[in-house]
C-alpha cells in the first residue's frame, strides 16, 4: 500500500510512474515487496536491480535488500522492527520507529504511512501534498475515519524526519 | 491502474459478456475483477471453469451463441486451451485468449518471459492454422490491444491471443480507455446458433470427412489469413533514421531496449528498434524495408532465441543478425542491454 | 389416404448413415418427435461429440454447434449462459462423457447447469473400431480387451449417471433403453421429461440410453437388442436414478 500510493502520488505530480508488486510466493512477515519508479522521461523497465531508495519494515528485508541500494543512495528503516543495521558505509540510513509512532497514534495498523511520510519529506520523490491527496483517493471508499487516520500517520512520519 | 485489471476493464468497455477461467498466477487478479466487474454488466456471465478445457470450451458455446467473449491463463494453461483454439480456428468463431506468461517450460515459475513466443505465433494446437497474437508493451497498450482485440476476433471470425507476461499484468501504470466506437454492440452475425426461429437451422463444425470439402476450407482460411496480413500488421519503429543497427524486440523486451538504446545514444551508438507488435501477422515486410538501409540486427528476447526465427525468414539473408537473450524469469537492466548493444556496434565497426 | 407416421420436423431429409440396428437412428428419431411435440424447434439447439453421432447435425434441422472430444457439458454451459431462454442439450457416447468428458460433465451437473445431457451407452468406442470404453462390461471382449474386460487389468465399469446423482445441482437422471418397444415409448417420455426440467429452469438433466452396437459387439440386431437386457442392464439398471423435480422450485 505504500508504494501503490507514492505510485499514485507520483502520478498525480504529473510524472511517469510505474508500480510492480513482487507476487506469488511471499508470505505476510516475509519479504514481500514492492517497486515504484518516478521520473521524468518514459520508463523503460519497472525492475529496478539498483534502486535509489530502499524502505524496509521488518529484519529479514534488510538482509534482503540493503546490498541492491545505489551507492550514494538511501534507506529507511523501521527502527521498531529491525535491530541490526547494516555495514555499508556509502549509503545514508534513515531511522523511523513507525510501530512506536503508530501506537502514540492509537492504531498499530498505520506503521506504512508513517514510514512513508518520513521518505517522501527525506527524498522529495512526491510532495507531501499529493501524497495526502493520493491517500484520499485511495482510501475514500473505506471510510472518511481512515482516510483521517492515515493522513495523520503521514504527517506524523513527515514530521518525525523533520 | 494494474495492467491485469486494464485487460479485464478493457474488455467489458470492448463489450465482452462472457468470461471463464481458472486460477493460475501471474494473471488470476485479471480473473477476479471480471467476476467483479461482469456481475454489473447486464446479461453478464462469469464462470470459474474446473479447468482451462472447460474455461475456453464455455468461451466456445458463448462465442457459437454470438457473444463476446474471454477466457485467460498462463503458460500452463495455455497448454491446455491449445485443442480448442484449434477447434475455434477450423469453427471460425471469435474469441479473446490472454496469456499472461511466464517461465517455463514445464511448471517453471512466475516471472516475466516471453517463452510463449512458438506457441502463440505457430498455433500451438494441431491442424493448419493461424492466430492474430498482438504483444502489448505497457499498460496502455493491453487497454488499446485488448479492445482492438474484440474488434479483430469478430472482423475475422478467428481467436486473437494477446501476449503479455508476468511484468506487463502485475504492474501498474496509468492508463487512458479508448471510447469503444460501438460500445458493446454486436457486429452483425450472420453464423450465430440462437435457436432456427424464422430462419434456416445452422450447423457450426469443424468435421470435413471429405477431403476435397477440407482442402476447400483450409484454402478459405488462407485467404483469410493473407487479408489480415495485409491489412492487420502492427510495428513500431524507434529512432531509425540514422541508424546503422537495429534492435528487434517486443513487449516487455521491447520497453527495455527502448532505455538501453537511449543510453547507448548517449555514447553516440547510432541504434534503434523495431517493436512487432502483431507477432502473427508478423512484420516481415517492414523488417525488409528497413533491411535496404540497416544491415546489423540484434534480436534481444526474454527466451532463448524464437522471434529470431521470424526475422531470418523475414530477411533472408540480407543482413546479419545476432541475437541476446536471458530466459527463465530474468529481467536484464536497460544498462546491460545496452552494454550488449555497444559490444555488438564496436565489434561490427558500425560507429 | 391419412397419414400416420412421416418424418419428424426437426430431422432432416437424409437417411442415417448409422449401421443396421443402431440405437443413434432410433434415440434420433424419439428427440426428433419431442422437439416437435414440444415446439422446440425454433429454440432448440444441440451439441454433437466426437464419435458416431458427431454427424447428428446431417439429421437434426435444429441449429448444432460441434464441440471437441468430451467438451460438450462446458461448451453446452457457454451457449445455455448466454442464450438462458433456448433449449440446449448434448448429445455424447459413452468414451465422450465418461472417459475424456468426466470432468466437464461433473461440474456442469454440480453447478446446475439448466442444459440436458443425452448420454449414449453402447459399452464401446464405436466409431473408432470397438474398443473398451469406460462402460464396457466385464468380461466383455473389445479390440483394446481381447481377452475381456477383467477389473485387475481394466477397472470396474462406470456408472457415471450414479455418480452425477450425488451431483446437489442434478435434478433428473434416468436411465432407459431402445432395446424394445416398450423402453422406446419410456425412451421418449425420459427425454421430453428432461427437457421440460430445464425449461423449467430446475438445472442439470440426463437420459442414459442403452444402445445397441451390433457392428462392435459382432451381434445381429435382435442378438444384440436382447445382450443390452440380459446382460446390460445387470450393470446399469434401468429406471429413474434421481428426481427431485417435485422437491426444488423453479428457479423461474
Known amino acids: 500500500m505504500m508504494g501503490y500510493v507514492l505510485a499514485v502520488a507520483g502520478m498525480r505530480d504529473g510524472k511517469n510512474v510505474t508500480y510492480l508488486p513482487a507476487y506469488g510466493a511471499e508470505v505476510r512477515g516475509g519479504t514481500a515487496n514492492c517497486t515504484v519508479a518516478i521520473a521524468d522521461e518514459e520508463i523503460a523497465s519497472p525492475v529496478a536491480s539498483s534502486p535509489e531508495f530502499v524502505v524496509v519494515m521488518n529484519k529479514p528485508s534488510l538482509s534482503r535488500f540493503q546490498n541492491v541500494i545505489q551507492s550514494g543512495g538511501g534507506l529507511f528503516i523501521n527502527s521498531s522492527m529491525v535491530d541490526t543495521r547494516p555495514v555499508r558505509g556509502d549509503i545514508e540510513i534513515f531511522e523511523v520507529p513507525a510501530n512506536d509512532l503508530a501506537k502514540d497514534l492509537g492504531n498499530g495498523r498505520l506503521t506504512n504511512m508513517i514510514m512513508l511520510g518520513a521518505f517522501v519529506r527525506k527524498t522529495g520523490m512526491a510532495s507531501l501534498g499529493t501524497t495526502e491527496q493520493a491517500v484520499q483517493e485511495i482510501f475514500e471508499e473505506k471510510g472518511k475515519s481512515i482516510v483521517k487516520q492515515n493522513k495523520r500517520a503521514l504527517k506524523a512520519g513527515y514530521d518525525y524526519m523533520g | ?351 | 389416404m391419412k397419414k400416420v407416421f412421416s418424418r419428424p420436423k426437426s430431422l432432416k431429409n437424409n437417411p442415417f448413415h448409422y449401421c443396421p440396428g443402431c440405437g443413434h437412428s432410433i434415440l434420433h428419431r424419439i428427440i426428433g418427435e419431442v422437439i416437435d411435440e414440444m415446439g422446440l424447434q425454433e429454440i432448440a439447439i444441440g451439441v454433437p461429440p466426437a464419435g458416431c453421432a458427431v454427424l447428428a447435425y446431417n439429421y437434426f434441422d435444429i441449429d448444432m454447434g460441434e464441440a471437441p472430444h468430451g467438451r460438450g457439458a462446458a461448451v453446452a454451459t457457454g451457449l445455455k449462459r448466454a442464450l438462458p431462454n433456448r433449449l440446449v442439450f448434448t448429445y455424447q457416447g459413452d468414451g465422450d462423457i465418461a472417459a475424456i468428458g468426466t470432468a466437464e460433465t461433473i461440474h456442469a451437473a454440480n453447478r446446475g447447469e439448466n442444459i440436458t445431457a443425452i448420454f449414449v451407452n453402447n459399452a464401446v468406442y464405436g466409431m473408432t473400431g470397438g474398443q473398451m470404453a469406460p462402460t464396457t462390461l466385464p468380461g466383455q471382449k473389445t479390440t483394446t480387451s481381447p481377452g475381456g474386460r477383467t477389473e485387475v487389468a481394466h477397472g470396474h465399469p462406470m456408472n457415471l449417471s450414479e455418480m452425477l446423482a450425488l451431483a446437489s445441482g442434478s435434478v433428473y437422471i434416468v436411465r432407459t433403453a431402445v432395446s424394445s418397444t416398450s423402453n422406446i415409448l419410456k425412451t421418449k417420455k425420459a427425454v421430453a421429461k428432461a427437457f421440460q426440467v430445464q425449461l423449467s429452469g430446475m438445472g442439470f438433466s440426463l437420459v442414459e440410453v442403452l444402445s445397441p452396437c451390433g457392428t462392435n459387439w459382432k451381434m445381429i440386431p435382435t442378438e444384440a437388442c436382447h445382450w443390452i437386457e440380459e446382460s446390460m442392464v445387470k450393470c446399469y439398471p434401468l429406471g429413474v436414478i434421481k428426481d427431485i423435480t417435485g422437491g426444488r422450485k423453479s428457479a423461474d
Open chain 2, 1 to 351: 491502474m494494474r495492467g491485469n485489471h486494464v485487460i479485464g476493464e478493457a474488455a467489458i468497455r470492448a463489450g465482452c459478456h462472457f468470461y471463464a477461467g481458472y486460477p493460475i498466477t501471474p494473471q488470476n487478479e485479471l480473473t477476479e475483477y471480471m467476476a467483479a466487474r461482469l456481475s454489473e454488466v447486464k446479461d453478464g456471465v462469469f464462470i470459474q471453469a474446473e479447468s482451462e478445457l472447460a474455461a475456453i470450451n464455455m468461451v466456445m458455446g458463448a462465442s457459437m451463441a454470438g457473444t463476446r467473449a474471454m477466457t485467460s491463463s498462463s503458460g500452463p494453461g495455455i497448454s491446455l486451451k491449445q485443442e480448442s483454439i484449434s477447434f475455434l480456428s477450423a469453427m471460425e468463431l471469435p474469441a479473446v485468449i490472454v496469456n499472461i506468461s511466464r517461465g517455463g517450460p514445464g511448471l517453471g515459475n512466475i516471472a516475466p518471459s516471453q517463452s510463449d513466443y512458438f506457441q502463440a505465433t505457430r498455433g500451438g494446437g494441431h491442424g493448419d492454422y493461424r492466430n492474430i497474437v498482438l504483444a502489448p508493451n505497457s499498460v496502455q497498450e493491453l487497454a488499446d490491444l485488448t479492445m482492438r482485440a474484440f474488434d479483430l476476433a469478430d472482423k475475422y471470425r478467428t481467436p486473437v491471443l494477446i501476449l503479455g507476461d508476468g511484468m506487463l499484468g502485475q504492474m501498474m501504470e496509468p492508463v487512458e480507455f479508448l471510447d469503444p466506437k460501438k460500445p458493446g454492440k454486436p457486429v452483425s452475425k450472420e453464423w450465430t446458433l440462437t435457436g432456427a426461429n424464422g430462419r434456416p437451422s445452422r450447423i457450426i463444425r469443424s468435421l470435413l470427412l471429405d477431403p476435397t470439402v477440407e482442402e476447400e476450407h483450409n484454402w478459405k482460411l488462407v485467404r483469410k489469413y493473407e487479408r489480415i496480413i495485409h491489412k492487420e500488421t502492427l510495428v513500431e519503429d524507434f529512432l531509425l533514421g540514422d541508424s546503422t543497427m537495429a534492435v528487434i524486440a517486443f513487449g516487455t523486451a521491447a520497453r527495455i531496449t527502448k532505455g538501453a538504446i537511449l543510453r547507448a545514444r548517449e555514447q553516440n551508438i547510432k541504434v534503434g528498434m523495431i517493436r512487432p507488435i502483431t507477432l502473427w501477422p508478423f512484420p516481415s515486410k517492414a523488417i525488409q524495408e528497413i533491411s535496404k538501409i540497416i544491415k546489423h540486427f540484434l534480436v534481444f528476447e526474454l527466451n532463448t532465441g524464437q522471434m529470431i526465427d521470424d526475422v531470418r525468414l523475414s530477411l533472408e539473408g540480407r543482413g546479419e543478425v545476432h541475437f541476446y537473450g536471458r530466459p527463465g524469469g530474468i529481467i536484464p537492466t536497460p544498462l546491460e542491454v545496452s552494454r550488449v548493444i555497444a559490444s555488438q556496434y564496436y565489434q561490427k565497426r558500425l560507429g
